[in-house]
């Protein structure tokens, strides 16, 4: 992760990868903005075809002239090295020839072993080979580290070291950028801070690549390629953070990110071969060219974000209260830090592009080297050590702890897995020397100890591994102890408080892999250049690991592989693969719902029935599903429903709230997980229709609120579109390998910035062109605070935003969505909440010059509020397509509410927009706080509205309150009840069909195959008793008569709280009560 790691003794590998695989050639359409291999006179004129021949015979030339030069020459090692070397016996020929520095090959561990003796023991330093055969390597002992960790810049460079071993003046499009070091400035300053934000995007990251590549499905066995599949996941983890989500699942780009990695070691290889005198000609481009083609091919995904970034940035900042939503990655780090170091050279979009590119590099050199030693360490200890069950404990009881999430402070509690990965690195390493800094004052250095001269151009550093491998250090150390480092912390962790001291915890806080303060462990360096990006590499192999261990069963290996030295690099081998097979770990099963009551009651009341058809649900799209059925809200649906034949019920105890369904019949559901605590933490569940066990879930980053009240299906894609109140938009693919279902994020906008601080977020709806509205709001019954204004637009697929405020008005429902067009109603609020206020009724469309056409805009009579068991200040209702012709809501007029009926399209006055308004239910007992019902039966559109005047409210979770479980909040006697159903003409003809004293609080669903409308209901004369026993009640469509009533159950525990009802496919229906979720179906 630090460029001080990348040196000459890593070369060796390179040449590996440029003999092994093949090269591509460069797409001439591509714009660079580096020199280009055409355009040179001499060059075109050796690729015409014409002259083949000579170029052929150039080739050869050359090649015989390189090969003569590179085993003839002599190094370039300066005048002046007074230390001795390591292990000349005497022959010129290893100090002074560069054929005698291939030696340096596979003698690096003897050497080091034999300098440690002869030298380090003894406080001397001594001169190493080097493959280069260019300059002296200089081994320091480790208490001499301020002969070059503490001079200034312009005496030992980190920087000149880096540039001199990845040579960018050939390996990076830039060299100007990458010898600046602007990215690992901005790194020092950025990315420590933006840890615990990063710890849930790269969470998101690892789930999505491990179920990719490691599979889903429980028995099903992989060979998992330790090497390939490391840095594959390394490259994507270390985009997310660069590039947030645009490009990080992209294959092409990744690829080439891989890529442009191992080219940057094959232009190191190839400088290293060629003389100095071909350097300086073919390194621009037979050297280099590999590197300029994965480098546009970067770019072409880079600079376009790189372009909208900065004037998205330009924009927020010329328009604070209109801010557009950006990703905090390094691309508006890059920008911020330029802006604040007053530097504008390096805004222009391919400096930015080129800054990053080194980035990605070094995140992606080292790191994938690790996770495969991590792999291989782990799955090579014996079974009977309990290494991996031991993490797999620590692991699963800190996830636990933090509800099942991970954050920046739950992983600093994986002591287990720290140890695992530090240990790894120390055991198998990734270099044998670094730290390495290049001399760079102009008369050299001198050391004061010795009185030895140092020469310009030398390198300094310290022996690795050595130092990690020293018994007196590290007892057994040629061993994996994997909880080497954190049994000291564990047992402390034990110790009673008394015995606990300020000065051991401080103590044991050094064994952190990240400590670098102590040359005891030297990966990430020392002083002031250590590593900045091993805090990032931490947190990648610890949720990493935490995935793997969790939800895979790994077969050990019978033996570890041992790692290859080439120089000074230790590699582990590529071709080893370990096999995993996923651990599918269900959900524990928790049982039926008992009855909290225990009374005696009839049943079933009332007679089974047939069923009666009614017209086909109208067909809106997009295609979804949702708590009020479709897109249009109208609460119908195609699936039958039970007619009480040998009626049943069945139940599960998982907390579960809305039901929505995929086009195959699979069922997706919020859940409240009630296991990690309370108030639960919010999440979707895969649940099994039949028997309600849980087969996955997922759960949105940082224990964000989810809102399950107006959660989306997409029945086309089986994407999931989520929202939480905090202003995170998520788009949540279900998929299913091999019968098992599996949940992945595959999108992801923060609209923290365009809410005002005070707002939440309520409403996302897809409309057909692919954009996502979204509003603020809340619902004030259901423990939402007041909102003084707000904020609705839509995203469109490329991201960007378009939006609307409103002062004085909070939306209190939810949208509909039909087409292109939406639906909206707003409650008065701040300013307007008066005794004679007035809400809205909003209908728009994405067209029009400002982006957000507002079609039409009605008022409506929001009376003075207050009435009993009130949830909304406004209208309670969400607006209801009636087809593709009418929308309706319930308007909060005193004494008694209005069914309003609106004509979907623009009519030429607010007069003729709205249809008719018909008065519903006992003036002074009047209140509606659902969404209306409506179908179409071929000649009417039928609407059923519920009264909910005087009901209770709903049960919030308030830990620390008392609460009683069979207690009044149960008691619906108090409601004044009533459902009516009111007819609407393709003319516009408004009238009252029936009317049911049936008293409902939840949201009822109508079947058009079985002609019933399916509500919760309670036996309210029971109720004012105390007793509480419920019903699911089946009324008839058409006359509103109550054909019968099923009992579902007893007590608090089958209380509705105003939840969904719903049907599947066999004709089930579902409703979420208190203690999880009930089943009634008909037996034939």
């Not at 001499?144 to 005496?155: E, G, Q, S, V, Y």
Request: proline share 6%.
């Amino acid at each position: 992760m630090e460029f001080e790691h990348h040196r000459a003794s890593i070369l060796p590998e390179a040449a590996l990868d440029s003999a092994s695989e093949t090269l591509p050639l460069r797409n001439e359409s591509q714009p660079l903005r580096v020199g280009l291999i055409r355009g040179n006179p001499a060059v075109d004129y050796l690729l015409n075809s014409s002259n083949s021949h000579l170029l052929q015979v150039c080739l050869v030339a050359a090649l015989t002239y390189v090969v003569f030069a590179f085993f003839s020459a002599k190094s370039t090692v300066p005048d002046g090295v007074l230390y001795p070397w390591v292990d000349t016996k005497g022959k010129k020929v290893f100090a002074n020839w560069r054929i005698g520095k291939l030696y340096a090959l596979n003698s690096v561990r003897q050497w080091l072993a034999l300098g440690s003796e002869k030298f380090l023991e003894k406080g001397k330093s001594y001169a190493l080979p080097d493959f280069y055969g260019r300059r002296p390597y200089i081994i320091v002992p480790y208490n001499r580290t301020k002969l070059f960790i503490d001079r200034p810049d312009n005496a030992t460079s980190l920087r000149d070291a880096a540039n001199d071993i990845v040579v960018s003046d050939y390996s990076f499009p830039d060299p100007k950028i990458f010898r600046d070091h602007y990215g690992a400035q901005i790194m020092y300053r950025y990315l420590p801070r933006s840890l615990p934000r990063l710890v849930d995007e790269i969470w998101d990251e690892v789930k999505y690549l491990c179920d990719k590549d490691w599979g889903t499905t429980p028995g099903e066995t992989r060979e998992i390629s330790t090497y390939h599949k490391s840095f594959e996941m390394i490259v994507s983890l270390s985009s997310r953070m660069l590039l947030g989500t645009a490009a990080c699942r992209s294959d092409d780009f990744l690829s080439s990110v891989r890529e442009f990695s191992l080219d940057v070691f094959r232009c190191m290889a190839l400088d290293a071969l060629l003389p100095r005198g071909l350097t300086g000609i073919l390194g621009p481009y037979l050297v280099s060219l590999p590197n300029r083609w994965h480098v546009s091919k970067i770019q072409k995904y880079t600079l376009p974000l790189i372009k909208k970034r900065l004037d998205d940035l330009a924009f927020n900042d010329a328009n604070p209260d209109e801010k557009r939503p950006v990703e905090d990655d390094y691309i508006s780090w890059h920008i911020r830090f330029a802006q604040t170091e007053g530097n504008p050279a390096a805004l222009d979009p391919y400096y930015i592009a080129s800054s990053m590119l080194s980035m990605q590099f070094a995140t992606a050199s080292s790191t994938r080297y690790a996770l495969t030693n991590l792999f291989l360490d782990i799955y090579s200890t014996k079974p009977e050590e309990g290494v991996v069950e031991g993490l797999r404990e620590e692991i699963e009881r800190v996830y636990r702890e933090h509800n099942y999430t991970w954050s920046k402070q739950a992983l600093s509690k994986l002591y287990r897995v720290d140890s695992a990965i530090k240990e790894s690195l120390r055991y198998s390493g990734l270099m044998a020397h670094g730290s390495w800094r290049k001399v760079v004052a102009k008369d050299g250095l001198v050391d004061d100890e010795t009185g030895m001269r140092i020469p310009n151009g030398a390198m300094i550093g310290l022996d690795f591994w050595t130092r990690h491998h020293d018994p007196e250090l590290y007892p057994d150390p040629d061993k994996y102890d994997a909880f080497r480092f954190s049994r000291p912390r564990e047992e402390y962790m034990a110790a009673n408080p008394g015995e606990q001291t300020t000065d051991e915890y401080l103590k044991l806080k050094r064994l952190d892999c990240t400590y670098t303060g102590s040359d005891a462990f030297l990966v990430f360096g020392l002083g002031k250049y250590a590593c900045p990006g091993r805090f990032f590499l931490t947190m990648e192999l610890k949720l990493l690991l935490a995935y793997v261990i969790m939800n895979y069963d790994v077969e050990p290996l019978k033996k570890r592989p041992s790692n290859y030295w080439v120089g000074g690099l230790i590699l582990p081998l590529r071709n080893t693969n370990i096999k995993n097979a996923p651990e599918y770990i269900p959900f524990p099963q928790k049982g039926s719902i008992p009855s909290s009551q225990d009374v005696s009651s009839e049943a079933f009341i009332g007679s089974p029935t047939e069923a009666k058809n009614l017209k086909p649900q109208f067909p809106i799209y997009p295609k979804v599903s949702m708590m009020h059925g479709d897109g249009g809200q109208a609460g119908n649906t195609d699936y039958p429903g039970p007619l009480g034949h040998d009626t049943s019920i069945t139940s599960g105890a998982n907390t579960i709230n809305m039901m929505l369904w995929g086009a195959d019949g699979s069922l997706t559901a919020g859940y409240g997980n009630a296991s990690a605590g309370l108030p639960p933490p919010r999440g979707i569940v895969a649940l099994e229709p039949a028997t309600y066990q849980i087969h996955a879930a997922w759960y949105p980053p940082g224990n964000e609120t989810l809102g399950l009240a107006y959660m989306e299906y997409l029945q086309d894609t089986d994407d999931i579109l989520l929202s939480t109140k905090e202003g995170n938009v998520y788009v949540v693919h279900r998929g299913k390998c091999k019968g098992n279902p599996f949940f992945t994020t595959t999108r992801h906008i923060d609209l923290r910035s365009v809410l005002q601080p005070w707002e939440l977020l309520l409403n996302t709806m897809f409309d057909t062109a692919g954009n996502i509205w979204f509003t603020s709001g809340g619902i004030i019954g259901g423990g939402d605070p007041p909102q003084n204004s707000s904020t609705f637009g839509y995203i469109k697929p490329d991201g960007s935003i378009v939006k609307r405020r409103v002062k004085d008005q909070m939306v209190e429902n939810g949208i509909a969505v039909s087409g292109m067009q939406v639906y909206m109603a707003t409650g008065p609020s701040g300013k307007a909440n008066t005794t004679t206020a007035t809400g809205y009724m909003w209908a728009m469309e994405a067209t029009g010059s400002s982006g957000l056409n507002v079609m039409w805009k009605i008022a409506y009579d929001a009376g003075a509020g207050g009435k009993p068991g009130q949830i909304a200040r406004g209208t309670g209702a969400t607006p209801v397509l009636l087809d593709d012709k009418y929308v309706v809501i319930t308007d909060n007029a005193d004494p008694q509410v209005n069914l309003l009926v609106y004509h979907q399209q623009t009519q030429e006055s607010e007069e003729e927009q709205l249809v008719c308004s018909v008065g519903l239910f006992e003036p002074g007992k009047s209140n509606n706080d659902n969404a209306a019902l409506a179908h179409f039966d071929g000649e009417n559109y039928g609407v059923m509205v519920q009264n909910n005047y005087g009901a209770p409210p709903v049960r919030l979770s308030n830990p620390g309150a008392p609460f009683v479980l069979n207690g009044p909040w149960n008691d619906m006697s108090t409601m004044a009840g009533g459902m009516t159903r009111v007819d609407v003409t393709p003319e516009g003809k408004c009238s009252t069909r029936w009317e049911s004293k049936l008293a409902v609080k939840a949201v009822s669903i109508l079947s058009t195959k079985s002609g019933l409308l399916y509500s919760s209901v309670q036996d309210t004369e029971r109720a004012a008793k105390g007793e509480y026993i419920w019903y699911l009640a089946a009324v008839d469509w058409l006359t509103g008569e109550t054909v019968y009533k099923f009992r579902t159950g007893m007590g608090g525990t089958y209380n509705d709280n105003w939840s969904e009802g719903t049907l599947g496919p066999d004709g089930t229906f579902y409703q979420s009560v208190l203690a999880g979720v009930i089943g009634v179906k008909d037996g034939r």
